[in-house]
């Protein structure tokens, strides 16, 4: 039973960093994408960042870009989102996501996960 369990959101200044973590199991991550998507209170989901199986190449929103850094270690099967400069518009729930497809293409569309973490709280204060 593949199981993705968020921890590591708080609240926090802007200006802080967190970082979040995923630890995933029933499933061995080597061979899968990963992605990190928020949902900001009365907005809909929408993409982080995200990680590919293998050698692990990493795209994300251009909210993220040069603050965000997603990361993976297969060895403990824990995806992660290093979190700098947060603003408050970064406040949201975050939510980690597994894509089944064994080694397909990484998507930044939430539609192509099938897999996801119950959610882990960021609050950004100004």
């Known amino acids: 039973q593949v199981q993705l369990v968020e921890s590591g959101g708080g609240l926090v200044q802007a200006g802080d960093s967190l970082r979040l973590a995923c630890a995933t199991s029933?499933?061995?991550?080597?061979?899968?994408?990963m992605g990190w998507f928020r949902q900001p209170p009365g907005k809909e989901r929408e993409f982080v960042a995200a990680i590919s199986w293998g050698v692990g190449r990493t795209m994300y929103a251009d909210s993220a870009k040069g603050r965000f850094t997603i990361s993976r270690d297969n060895a403990k099967n824990t995806v992660y989102l290093q979190m700098n400069d947060l603003k408050p518009e970064d406040a949201a729930v975050y939510y980690c996501?597994?894509?089944?497809?064994?080694?397909?293409?990484?998507?930044?569309?939430?539609?192509?996960?099938?897999?996801w973490g119950q959610g882990t709280q960021v609050t950004v204060s100004s």
């Open positions: 996501a597994l894509d089944l497809k064994s080694r397909a293409p990484v998507y930044s569309v939430a539609g192509e996960y099938d897999f």
């Open positions: 029933g499933v061995n991550l080597m061979w899968y994408n």
